[in-house]
């Protein structure tokens, strides 16, 4: 059966909760679930949209039931949800002023009124605007954070994965990490970047780059960066000097003694254009993808999926480089270490740990 791939996102982590699952729809519309290796039909009719996290897929169907798939089995959550939205290891959702977590199975009410809200990987932070405080909901526990005060002033509020930054009522600056909340700086506003367990900022008094990392604060500069970017354990930074280096787990990496024609540093991967030729680090390792820019490519977690000056769809992972296609390419795409590309006369495939599947 060819199945033509309309909207796609796929999960993938590593460990005892490994999913690798992807969401499409064929030609008629069905709705599948690729879940390992397996092809699974969800709905018969058209769904009207979906996403898809590390552990679990969540959509709409089209009579606007709101139903998850996780762990092999489905369920139906809700009619008419307000929004929802899929992180690494969780689902939110709202309906009307009430706000839900969706976590391993179970759902649960995280605040009947509910104001500003934001989720990230295991991490849902939010204003309960009944009782007027400031709350966390992390390792399957609500936290209180701040009282009413900070709903009114908050100045800044941003998540990462795992890890929430945020201007409280009197002018802290500070982080929550791990269940244990940081006061880091004083001041009105902040630039702060968010990762995954990673925040980089701005001192506002001196203009150091700092760098928040495992419940540490390090001085990375002490003069403010041209510019800078968050990933995974990760900060990039081109200095005032113009150097382009790399906050990679606790250690620093001089990658270029100047300033890249483009970087984007995206999950585990960092990828920057230097002389017309396209890089990639990795795991403190500087590679030479190719002699040329591509036009378009994907990067995600430690993969980078492109096509090359013949059209041929290629792949940059754990530092090799393969060709996985030498047919016309329609479509591709890649999030995790999976990649999902239509070829020829709309074939899909699945690429994934050194397979390809056909549906």
Same mark, same amino acid.
């Given at each position: 059966?060819?199945?033509? +791939? ?6 993938? &982590? ?31 009719? $058209?769904?009207?949209?979906?996403? /898809? ?23 139906? &959550? ?11 290891? +969780? ?24 104001? !500003?809200? %934001?989720?990230?990987?295991?991490? /849902?932070?939010? @204003? ?10 992390? !390792? ?15 100045? @800044? ?6 890890? %929430? ?38 001192? $506002?008094?001196?203009?150091? %780059? ?6 540490? /604060? ?11 970017? /968050?990933?995974?354990? #990760? ?23 100047? #300033? $890249? ?21 990795? #795991? ?25 000056? !013949?059209?041929?769809? #290629?792949?940059?992972? !754990? ?39 056909? $549906?």
């Amino acid at each position: 059966m060819r199945l033509l +791939l309309t909207l796609l996102l796929l999960a993938f &982590i590593s460990g005892v909760f490994s999913q690798n699952i992807a969401g499409f729809s064929d030609y008629q519309n069905k709705f599948y679930v690729f879940d390992d290796g397996n092809i699974r039909q969800l709905e018969y009719q $058209p769904v009207k949209e979906f996403e /898809v996290g590390d552990k679990c897929l969540a959509y709409v169907t089209n009579g606007d039931h709101f139903k998850a798939y996780y762990n092999h089995i489905t369920y139906d &959550i809700s009619l008419l949800v307000s929004s929802y939205k899929v992180t690494d290891n +969780l689902i939110t959702y709202q309906i009307g002023t009430q706000l839900y977590v969706f976590e391993d199975g179970v759902k649960r009410l995280l605040s009947k009124f509910v104001g !500003n809200y %934001l989720a990230g990987d295991s991490l /849902v932070v939010f @204003f309960d605007t009944e009782n007027y405080y400031f709350q966390a909901y992390y !390792n399957g526990k609500i936290i209180y954070l701040e009282d009413g005060l900070l709903f009114a002033n908050a100045a @800044f509020f941003k998540v990462g994965a795992n890890i %929430l930054g945020y201007i409280d009522a009197y002018q802290n600056f500070k982080v929550f990490y791990q269940g244990k909340t940081y006061e880091l700086e004083q001041t009105p506003n902040i630039i702060a970047k968010l990762g995954r367990n990673i925040m980089a900022y701005i001192d $506002p008094m001196t203009g150091f %780059l700092k760098v928040f990392y495992e419940g540490e /604060v390090f001085e990375q500069e002490t003069f403010k960066p041209k510019s800078f970017q /968050v990933g995974y354990e #990760k900060v990039a930074y081109v200095t005032n000097m113009g150097d382009f280096k790399l906050f990679d787990n606790g250690e620093t990496y001089d990658i270029a003694s100047y #300033k $890249p024609d483009f970087y984007e540093l995206k999950d585990e991967m960092l990828v920057y254009h230097l002389q017309n030729q396209l890089f990639a680090f990795y #795991k403190g390792e500087q590679y030479l993808i190719e002699s040329f820019i591509p036009a378009s490519y994907e990067i995600s977690d430690n993969t980078i999926a492109y096509l090359n000056q !013949n059209g041929f769809l #290629k792949l940059f992972q !754990n530092g090799e480089v393969i060709t996985l296609s030498y047919e016309k390419i329609n479509e591709y795409k890649v999030h995790r270490n999976v990649v999902i590309y239509n070829e020829g006369m709309n074939t899909t495939k699945i690429y994934y740990n050194g397979k390809t599947y056909t $549906p």
